[in-house]
């Protein structure tokens, strides 16, 4: 559990909060570049950390992100025309370049100086791996945005989506790094389908460990190998970069081979969690590939634009008003677990339906939550060092974001997953010696 004190510290993202104030150091995802499809088209609304803001892309091409409300008296620019190079306020004409700068106002008289004394908030932006990414911290603070591999694979080798989770966005970033619940909640049909005297047929469990990192920490399951359960285990590596990215999937890499990819999944897996406000939070679902394109799956049939999700990623078929949807004949012939229709509404149900922002004064954690209770270390521990004048972790430019994927790598039983290759931890970043923080489930 946490303290009162300490949710707070981490959950709140406002302008003013300590975490707010440290997301703002961050280059953060706004909305996906397809939502300004050209030039000049509609206008949009974003809500990010707590602040409701308009974007647009200009003649240029280059994308504005302004407080919504227009400087002069307040009118939403949401309603604005975006055309040559500005976006116009309807109510009495302002109109504003990406930069904030106000260009024209017709309603004032001759010899008005307004133009050129005001000038609205305009956050920078920059498009990468398919999505416009806002700062809004300190411009003397900006940091270089950090090419992380997924950002710089071709456009075919990647697929972006984006859900609106309506829940903190802490509840969200810690479903996707809580290592027990996809053998219950995804994976709920071994506990249905082998009676307790055939236990020893269900999944086995792993080992859990945890390693601090300069951009964050990595959590690591352990399990018999598949194909060789007495001579190897299978180690897995997820990196969760601060404050919101945890890398799901990745390559397959060879014990001894220096980094040496042997094979993997279809494609490679990362989540980003963006707060929208302390209520919500924008939930984006990374697919991609360095070597390949990617291939439509069966997952693809959850999140269907148009039939699960709006153009906003709001959920339009499953949500918390009709209980997503629950088929509770189907619970009861066994035909599925939870019920839900899909991972990602398993995952959504959970974690909306712990509240808008849940209490953690009131949980009871066990020893398979390892992975939460050092993610949470890890971001209190981050706030605290930046109240007191720190860096927030992860801005340095020396750490090697492009190589940075979820990896597994086969290592013989009884030798440390430290040992497996030398170049393990440079690939990954890891602090020498790695702190491991153990547990199990
Ligand atoms: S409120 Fe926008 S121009 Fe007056
Ligand atoms: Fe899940």
Redesign the pocket.
Known sequence: MLSKEDNELITRVGPGTPMGEMYRRYWVPACLSSELPEPDCDPIRVRLLGESLVAFRATDGRIGLLPEN??????S?FFGRCEEGGLR??????KYDVEGNVLD?P?ELPGSVVKDRVKHVAYPVQEHGDIAWAYMGPLEKMPAFPEFQWTTVPATNRTVKKVLEECNWLQSLEGAMDPPHPMVLHDGRDVMRYPDDQAHLRRQGSGLEVVDTRYGLCHIATRPSAQDPERSVAVTIHPFVAPFTSYITGPAIEFGGRGAITGGPQHWGVHLFVPADDHNNYYYEVRYHPAKAIEPDDEERFLVPGVDIDGTGRKIKRRLENDYLQDRDAMRAKRTFSGFDGKPHEDIAMIESMGPIYDRTKEHLGNSDVVTIALRRRLIKAVRDFLEGGDPPGLDPSIPYESLAGITIEVPAGAPWTDADADLADYLALDEPPKVAAGQR
């Open positions: 227009c400087a002069h008296r307040g009118a620019l306020c309807l109510y009495h004409g302002w106002t309603c």
